[in-house]
């Protein structure tokens, strides 16, 4: 028997749950107490946040690490520390102040001059030494207002220490004068052209950028105060823990830290009031690689006019320098130490609306970020995945923009792709998941975000949070124990044992993804693109699976183990019969160069909407271009899905955008695919499994909630597939003999009640009766009630459990099914006073049969609702409006009963 089915059976799995913990200074026993309710959630692990800690790598804060560790050892339970005391990670815990300034977070600035022939262009001392004052972005405003009504509309400049870097002036036919040199000894400026031409001014400064007092990403002794400040801390404390009770470290959104505060545009070319990350590593790299006048070539980052192709150029090489060194000083620096002290690294750039290749607030380059990491990062927060939220696209100003494509179609996959391609993290994949989406989230959306990422291949979560400050902690709820206040906390620990069942399925192996999609990062540094989330919509809607692939691939093939063979190309562990290029104006020269070796191995090569006009990182002549990508096709965003169904690894029919699926191999050489509706109506079809028609195999169906295992409905070489909104469903496919005498024949409830079943005349009278979650089980206020039963009507802010009793008489040797078309929000049942489980989504449906005794018989239903209502009427601390709660209380739908 496969070893993967005998686990499932017996209901093993690893944990691969490790929530933020946030400390805020609490008492032992608190400390304690909730170490315990996360143990009692099925969850292994905790990662324990610093941020609102009063005294980080202080005595209080060893105090409370010997709690936690103390009860993790008692629970065998993991830790995982995130690494700093201010959000960003970056802050060192302050150590900066003491560091010198060549370590300092640095920002280099241009400006730019339009010249006149014979007009004197004149600049002061300061004009010359210093860039333009920093403004306030509109993040900065916001912040300061709600933050104590700071005036920050004029500029402030903190450090008197900028630098002149060059000065350089440019004519219209491409020559360029370095005029440096012409600073006078007092540090002024004057110049006068005898032809028109353009005058740029380079300055480095730290008097922008959001943190200056972080450390500088580029900086190799920079990155290492965090190290000393930080790690070796709780080394020092801690060495006999780390590798066993202590598994690693989390970082949270480090930053390259240029521009204004979580701006969300920071591409390349946005204009010259925009700076960009410097360093003394930087700088020297750049004059290694570009010669000792190296700043007269630098305008062409800020430039939008002239030659594109020197402007790609230009920016590639600053990009590139930048981003390997960020991957080198600190993604591998820290990585390196963790893996050097029996621990591991972890955590996630912000990727937010495209940010992943851009500088600001994240790090440049989404892969080379993370290489360093032992997990691929990303986090889902405060609303950007969300059901059929994928056309939602938005930008209305501070914190309000959206790009619903990025977050439904290339989120989760950029995690999952550098998982199966870099080696070294063996698959594995994290994504902080849940926070910050408001009281109002429930079950049915954490369920559903779960299973959005599960899909897409992402197998370790850190929910957002457990937090223990005194309820209500205004936040970033939910929080979802909430010191027992939380009625859903019960839910949510079955939740944490339905991902652990289904990411168990998903570890351990290796993904099939028949499809590479280069990925657009450098092509945005340097050009026109067109947005990778495109492409990927395309494919998802089409069920063709896919994995986002970095230039890195081809240009550093050992490293990513790359080869081109006869049909397929491969890296690491992963093999593609068909390679598409989202339109970029300028890419890779070992790409285009491997083009054409790709396209004589026999694998469709398809640009998307154009292919490029040149290479941003080598010289190449129109000739060779041409020669390079001649057998490749040129195709449309509409032509996609014809053009990949040949290499297609499943069909579904009839045709659904809302059906998703990822297929995995586990060692054993178990074959899973894990289907999921992520639209609002109930699929019945088919689903051919185009790769494995031609073997010999047995297909099981496998619901990781209900822990059931069924027979699969196998007509003509096709599957039967019925799969309601929210729900999922894994497909086993076993090859050795004797499984059937182990696994369950019976068919699913849904299908029972659907095809065979009769309903019942129904229960007419319930009796009804509420408490909240902090004083469960004990109910009170009973009364007499009918279905529905909307008990916001009644009590509008009431959050809590909502219980409902009745009797039913069975029959002997019959089977019976209660079926609940809606309610809000999870349901238990029980009969006789046994557990028949715990469902969150509609219709929920329990088979009643093996509880019931012939006669009467108690029905017991009990509704757990969220905080929201309850939530509604406590002021938010900043002054923010609250949205009046939409969804009801109890049981909103009706309640069926049938028998067969």
């Known amino acids: 028997m496969s070893q993967t089915i005998e686990r499932i059976l017996n209901d093993q799995h690893e ?55 103390d009860e993790a050892r008692k629970r065998n339970m993991k830790v995982w520390i995130l690494d700093d005391s201010h959000f960003p990670t970056g802050f060192a815990n302050g150590a900066m102040k003491d560091q010198p300034l060549s370590l300092a977070r640095r920002s280099i600035c241009c400006q730019k ?36 009504g700071k005036d920050e509309s004029k500029p402030q400049s903190a450090f008197a220490d900028d630098r002149l870097l060059g000065i350089s ?154 981003t390997r060194l960020v991957e080198k000083n600190f993604s ?59 056309d939602d696209n938005y930008d209305l100003g501070v914190f309000q923009v959206r790009n619903g494509e990025f977050y439904h179609f290339m989120l989760g996959k950029l995690a999952s792709s550098l998982a199966a391609l870099d080696e070294n993290k063996h698959g594995n994949a994290m994504c902080e998941i849940f926070g910050n989406y408001g009281w109002q989230e429930g079950l049915r959306l954490e369920k ?59 570890s351990g192996g290796r993904h099939v993804a028949p499809v590479a999609l280069l990925y657009h990062g450098e092509g945005e540094w340097t050009g026109k693109v067109l947005p ?22 081809f240009s550093d093939k050992e490293t990513y183990h790359t080869k081109i063979e006869t049909g397929s190309l491969q890296i690491n562990t992963q093999k593609y019969q068909a390679v598409l290029v989202p339109y970029m104006q300028f890419m890779d020269a070992a790409f285009v160069s491997d083009v054409k070796k790709l396209t004589d191995a026999g694998l469709p090569v398809y640009f998307v909407d154009g292919k490029p006009e040149g290479v941003f990182d080598g010289e190449i002549s129109e000739q060779v271009l041409e020669e390079n990508l001649a057998d490749a096709e040129i195709i449309g965003l509409a032509d996609i899905a014809e053009k990949t169904k040949e290499v297609a690894d499943i069909t579904i029919a009839p045709q659904d955008s809302y059906i998703r699926y990822y297929h995995y191999i586990k060692e054993d050489g178990m074959q899973i695919y894990m289907l999921v509706n992520e639209g609002k109506e109930v699929y019945e079809g088919s689903l051919d499994l185009v790769q494995e028609k031609e073997k010999t195999i047995s297909v099981y169906v496998y619901d990781a909630w209900e822990q059931k295992i069924y027979a699969s409905d196998d007509k003509d070489g096709k599957i039967s597939l019925r799969l309601a909104p929210g729900k999922s469903r894994f497909l086993l496919l076993a090859q050795d003999a004797g499984t059937d005498q182990m696994l369950a024949g019976a068919v699913t409830e849904e299908t029972a009640i659907a095809d065979e079943a009769k309903e019942l005349a129904p229960l007419h009278t319930w009796k009804r009766s509420t408490v909240k979650s902090i004083d469960y089980p004990a109910f009170s206020d009973a009364e007499e009630v009918s279905f529905p039963d909307d008990y916001a009507k009644v009590d509008p802010e009431f959050s809590g459990w909502i219980r409902y009793e009745n009797t039913l008489r069975a029959e002997a040797g019959k089977r019976y099914w209660l079926e609940i078309t809606d309610a809000f929000e999870t349901v238990d ?33 009990e509704v757990a609702t969220t905080l929201e209502r309850q939530m509604s009427s406590t002021p938010d601390p900043y002054g923010r409006p609250k949205e009046v709660p939409k969804d009801g209380s109890g049981i909103t739908g009706q309640v069926h009963i049938y028998s067969l």
Not at 30 to 43: F, H, K, P
Not at 230 to 248: C, L, N, P, R
Request: charge should be negative.
């Open 532 to 553: 990778d989330e495109k492409v990927a919509r395309a494919l998802a809607e089409n069920q063709v699976e896919f994995d986002f692939v970095p230039f890195d691939a």
């Open 113 to 148: 001059y339009v010249l006149k022939a014979g007009e004197v262009l004149s600049l002061d001392a300061d004009q010359v030494k210093h860039p333009d004052e920093k403004k306030p972005g509109d993040v900065e405003k916001q912040i300061a207002m709600m933050f104590g």
């Open 332 to 390: 591998y620096q820290i990585g390196d130490w963790c893996r050097d002290h029996g621990v591991q690294y972890i955590g996630h750039i912000i990727e937010d609306n495209g940010q992943h290749c851009r500088t600001g607030s994240t790090l440049g380059h989404y892969f080379r970020s993370l290489f360093g990491q032992d997990m691929a990062g990303i986090d889902d927060i405060g609303g950007q995945v969300y059901p059929q939220g994928e």
């Open 169 to 322: 002036v440019h004519f219209s036919d491409g020559r360029a004068e370095d005029l440096t040199g012409l600073v006078a000894e007092d540090g002024t400026f004057t110049y006068t052209p005898q032809e028109d031409g353009v005058l740029y001014k380079m300055n480095t400064t730290r008097n922008r950028g959001p943190h200056p007092d972080y450390i500088n990403m580029t900086d190799g002794a920079s990155c290492r105060v965090l190290i000393d400040a930080v790690y070796e801390k709780h080394w020092e404390h801690y060495a006999d823990d780390f590798g066993k009770t202590i598994a690693g470290f989390f970082s949270d959104e480090p930053e390259l830290g240029n521009g204004h505060l979580y701006e969300l545009h920071h591409e390349m070319g946005i204009g010259f009031d925009m700076d960009y990350p410097w360093g003394q590593e930087l700088e020297a790299a750049l004059k290694a690689q570009l010669g000792a006048d190296f700043a007269r070539k630098l305008p062409l980052i800020w430039e939008t006019e002239g030659d594109e192709s020197q402007r790609a150029k230009a920016r590639y090489t600053y990009m590139d320098i930048l």
């Open 448 to 506: 559903y975000l779960a299973d959005h990422f599960m899909v897409r291949g992402v197998n370790h979560y850190v929910p957002h949070a457990f937090s223990a400050a005194q309820f209500p902690d205004p936040d970033c709820p939910p929080h979802f124990y909430a010191h027992g206040h939380n009625p859903e906390y019960k839910a949510f620990g079955q939740l944490m044992v339905y991902m652990n069942r289904a990411n168990e399925l998903i």
């Open 829 to 861: 049942v029980y009969v006789n006073d046994k557990h028949l489980g715990l469902q969150i989504f509609a219709p929920y449906v329990f088979d009643l049969s093996d509880a019931l005794a012939a006669g009467e018989n108690k029905i017991r239903i």
């Open 15 to 69: 944990n691969y749950i490790l929530p933020f913990f946030w400390q805020h200074g609490e008492d032992e026993d608190t400390l304690r107490d909730y170490m315990r309710a996360i143990d009692e959630a099925n969850i292994g692990a905790v990662c324990v946040e610093s941020r609102p800690h009063p005294d980080f790598c202080g005595d209080k804060w060893w105090q409370d690490m010997d709690v936690i560790l």
